[in-house]
């Protein structure tokens, strides 16, 4: 991840973030470290090159396509679609991915 940050910041990719995933990490946040953390989060999040892909109707539409196929989280299913949308690929460890790893590019991180 930090090679790819590394890469943002001299512009040779470009690293999106869906709102909607985003509002899934500030709840789970709050949720086991509370409001002072999330701050922290929050700061320390805007100063990284990633650029929070925002939500629209095209978008809503596409994610609930991807969440009939199951096996997805609807929150996953906007990370799928945003990568969908902009021909991008997903980072992920999260092994409920594995359901649409032959339809959408996948690049596993961590163990």
Same mark, same amino acid.
């Given at each position: 991840m930090e090679k790819l940050l590394k890469k943002a910041e001299a512009s040779q990719v470009k690293v999106f973030f869906n709102l909607i995933n985003w509002g899934e990490v500030i709840y789970q946040i709050l949720r086991e470290f509370g409001e002072k953390t999330l701050i922290e989060v929050i700061v320390r999040f805007e100063r990284l090159p990633i650029q929070l892909e925002?939500?629209?109707e095209e978008l809503v539409i596409a994610a609930a396509r991807w969440k009939t196929g199951g096996g997805l989280s609807y929150a996953d299913c906007f990370a799928v679609a945003t990568a969908q949308k902009l021909g991008g690929v997903i980072l992920t460890g999260d092994p409920?991915?594995?359901s649409v790893e032959k339809k959408i590019p $996948? $690049?596993?991180i961590g163990g």
């Amino acid at each position: 991840m930090e090679k790819l940050l590394k890469k943002a910041e001299a512009s040779q990719v470009k690293v999106f973030f869906n709102l909607i995933n985003w509002g899934e990490v500030i709840y789970q946040i709050l949720r086991e470290f509370g409001e002072k953390t999330l701050i922290e989060v929050i700061v320390r999040f805007e100063r990284l090159p990633i650029q929070l892909e925002p939500v629209d109707e095209e978008l809503v539409i596409a994610a609930a396509r991807w969440k009939t196929g199951g096996g997805l989280s609807y929150a996953d299913c906007f990370a799928v679609a945003t990568a969908q949308k902009l021909g991008g690929v997903i980072l992920t460890g999260d092994p409920e991915f594995k359901s649409v790893e032959k339809k959408i590019p $996948i $690049i596993w991180i961590g163990g």
